[in-house]
């Protein structure tokens, strides 16, 4: 069937739906998520000689059901530290908004925030 047979009511309901099938929140989510992957992609184990040379990035998760952490040990003193940093802390951002887009949960999570790792540098090398 052409466009032109289309009568006009049809079409201001076609119009009227948008179009599109995307989901705020699964839009959100995917941003998180995303620039979790950038961070953590930018976030070299290496170089230290220190512990001191060692931070840690920390992650929200967007996931509605229960809010935790995650975490990755990264050098501070590796070319892309300050990029690691900056994409970890605009991650954290990220899932707050998507928490305020997801639906209704009738799950109940206890409120547990995993322990920030204890960061070791062993072989040159940031861990946990």
Same mark, same amino acid.
């Given at each position: 069937?052409? +466009?032109?047979r289309?009568s006009?009511y049809?079409?201001?309901?076609?119009?009227?739906c948008?179009g599109s099938?995307?989901?705020?929140?699964e839009?959100a989510?995917a941003?998180?998520? &995303? &620039?979790?992957?950038?961070a953590?992609a930018a976030?070299?184990t290496?170089?230290?000689s220190d512990?001191s =040379?060692?931070?840690?990035?920390t992650f =929200?998760?967007?996931?509605? +059901?229960?809010?935790?952490?995650?975490? &990755?040990?990264?050098s501070?003193?590796?070319s892309n530290?300050?990029?690691?940093?900056?994409a970890a =802390?605009? =991650?954290n951002?990220?899932?707050?908004?998507?928490?305020?887009?997801?639906?209704?949960?009738n +799950?109940?999570?206890?409120?547990?925030?995993p322990?920030v790792?204890?960061l070791t540098?062993?072989?040159?090398?940031?861990?946990?």
């Amino acid at each position: 069937m052409s +466009i032109q047979r289309l009568s006009p009511y049809l079409l201001v309901v076609l119009a009227a739906c948008g179009g599109s099938d995307s989901d705020p929140y699964e839009e959100a989510v995917a941003a998180a998520n &995303k &620039k979790e992957a950038e961070a953590r992609a930018a976030g070299a184990t290496s170089p230290c000689s220190d512990v001191s =040379q060692c931070g840690v990035l920390t992650f =929200q998760s967007p996931s509605h +059901i229960c809010v935790n952490w995650t975490y &990755k040990p990264y050098s501070l003193v590796s070319s892309n530290a300050a990029a690691a940093s900056a994409a970890a =802390q605009e =991650q954290n951002v990220l899932p707050r908004q998507a928490l305020v887009l997801a639906p209704p949960s009738n +799950i109940f999570c206890p409120a547990v925030v995993p322990p920030v790792p204890v960061l070791t540098c062993v072989a040159s090398t940031c861990g946990s």
